[in-house]
């Protein structure tokens, strides 16, 4: 049983520090440098480079904040399934 309790316990602290959130969301401005964001966010989980621009997303299909990046600075991003809605 305690087994089981530490497994959830830490299973909570994980997904409380998921640095995925609104409040970090509200952070990203445009113009920030790849540098900054990964500062606020981390690394991303999936970076797609095209011909200009570098697409980066940090979090999964449900909740994720994605920014495009033109020579590595912010130029839009948005986020998904963070405010709760």
């Known amino acids: 049983m305690k087994k089981y309790m530490v497994i959830a316990a830490t299973a ?3 997904a409380g520090c998921s640095k995925v959130s609104l409040e970090n969301y509200e952070k990203i401005k445009i113009g920030m440098d790849k540098t900054e964001v990964e500062a606020i966010l981390g690394s991303a989980d999936k970076c797609e480079e095209k011909t200009l621009h ?3 997303i940090w979090g ?3 909740k ?3 920014i495009t990046l033109v020579s590595d600075k912010v130029s ?3 986020k998904t399934g963070l405010d709760g809605k």
Do not use: G, H
């Open 12 to 14: 909570l602290a994980l």
């Open 54 to 56: 570098t697409n980066c």
């Open 60 to 62: 999964n299909k449900d």
């Open 64 to 66: 994720n904040i994605e």
């Open 76 to 78: 839009l991003y948005s």
